[in-house]
């Protein structure tokens, strides 16, 4: 159907236009749920590092070089947490002083299963690893499913660890990335 000749053309205003405009961007940016699961971190900061947990968790453990926060998912006595640490490490990058540290770590559990290995961008680093791997519990039916990372600044001695677990039924992997992206190594 052609247009009537005897009514004005309607024009949408340049304002609608640019409204318009502005809130699909906005809505465009709030469509997953990492951004709100990074919202609700709480920052858990020491001098060489910081990194953040869900709203809600404990610390357990708190000392200058370590701390230990625990969620409120649990299975039995299993309850999943994070670990961060920083210690010295002396050879040639940090793939090497990982290794060392997931050989002592292995002995210490039953049938542990390297699943991945990656490179992993960390704030403030310059070389960061992740190993997942899981285990034996021994007191669960189920596997601890376990994300540990490694990371270092050039030309520093000191590695910053962070480790991620909880039996694999309660491992939620949405909000373990969370934490792991919030990782900052300050060394």
């Known amino acids: 159907m ?3 000749p005897r009514r004005p053309a309607r024009r949408v205003p340049l304002t ?22 990074a919202a609700d971190l709480t920052a858990h900061e020491r001098d060489e590092f910081t990194f953040g947990t869900p709203s809600g968790w ?27 640490k ?17 050989d002592v770590f292995r002995v210490a559990v ?5 699943t991945d290995e990656r ?9 960061g690893i992740l190993f997942e791997s899981t285990y034996a519990s ?3 039916d189920e596997r601890i499913r376990q994300w540990d990372v490694f990371a270092t600044a050039e030309g520093s001695s000191r590695v910053v660890y962070l480790s991620l677990k909880a039996p694999e039924s ?18």
Request: include cysteine.
């Open 16 to 37: 609608a236009v640019l409204v318009l405009v502005v809130l699909v961007t906005a809505l465009a940016g709030c469509t997953g749920d990492d951004g709100a699961a």
């Open 138 to 140: 021994a007191t669960l």
């Open 170 to 187: 309660i491992f939620d992997e949405t909000e373990m990335t969370a934490v792991l992206d919030s990782l900052e190594v300050t060394l």
């Open 119 to 127: 490179d992993v961008d960390v704030t403030g680093a310059d070389e």
């Open 58 to 84: 404990e610390v357990r453990t708190d000392e200058p070089e370590e701390i230990e926060v625990v969620g409120t998912d649990q299975v039995g006595d299993s309850i999943e947490a994070v670990t961060g």
């Open 110 to 114: 039953d049938d542990h299963e390297f």
């Open 86 to 102: 920083v210690g010295n490490y002396e050879g040639d990058g940090v793939r090497l002083a990982a290794q060392g540290a997931l």
């Open 2 to 4: 052609a247009p009537d």
